[in-house]
């Protein structure tokens, strides 16, 4: 079962293409089995007992624990009052994850939007960082998703919904007959770039999850 997909288009690109604070604001620290967990959260039960984990510390992401399947769990920021657990399989731990991580390092040394940016884009640029060389999946089928605050104002925000984001470098919403509307079947976040992603919506599966976790 699949449910309407209301993420709004903003944000689901700044998840795509990882585009780091609009302000020099500090991601807040959690605690280390909390975060854990709610990265492995954005994983499937079949895959989550062994995934790699990174978590942030003050200096950026460090390796909390080794994958023992090729899949890596990190709680990502693409705004510093979002989070955004995610699942990536050995394709994304290629391609998406240094990127991941390397936002991480540069926010945390104070580094503006405009120099991350301008990184990432020399970076894409001179092969530091590459697209995906197949097709993958990022799984985000974490229930705590969470957009950003309204710029820390205390504004309840619901959570984005469970799901998948599977590897489509240069790919359009056009390719694939729909418009890129958050209530479509799937979008193109990133469209026409090295990082485009495709977003399914899926099935909530937290009751699922917690079984596989006993």
Not at 52 to 58: K, N, S
Not at 71 to 96: M, R, T, W, Y
Not at 101 to 114: F, I, N, P, V
Request: a neutral charge.
């Amino acid at each position: 079962m699949t449910t309407r997909f209301s993420l709004p288009f903003t944000v689901a690109l700044l998840l795509a293409t990882g585009v780091p604070a609009i302000s020099q604001a500090q991601v807040s620290l959690m605690d280390r089995r909390k975060e854990v967990a709610l990265a492995l959260s954005a994983c499937p039960p079949t895959v989550a007992n062994g995934a790699g984990v990174y978590v942030l510390e003050a200096s950026g992401y460090v390796k909390a624990r080794e994958s023992q399947n090729g899949f890596v769990a990190i709680v990502a920021h693409a705004l510093p009052n979002s989070q955004e657990p995610q699942c990536l399989d050995a394709e994304g731990a290629k391609s998406h994850l240094p990127r991941l991580l390397k936002t991480g390092e540069l926010r945390a040394q104070g580094k503006s939007t405009d120099e991350i940016a301008l990184f990432a884009a020399n970076a894409f640029a001179t092969g530091v960082f590459v697209a995906p060389q197949k097709p993958g999946v990022d799984y985000m089928l974490s229930t705590e998703n969470l957009p950003p605050d309204n710029a820390g104002k205390g504004r309840a925000v619901e959570p984005f919904p469970p799901h998948v984001m599977i590897y489509a470098p240069y790919v359009t919403n056009a390719d694939l007959g729909v418009d890129g509307s958050p209530n479509g079947p799937l979008m193109v976040v990133g469209e026409g770039t090295p990082h485009a992603l495709i977003i399914i919506p899926v099935a909530r599966h937290d009751a699922e999850h917690r079984s596989g976790q006993r």
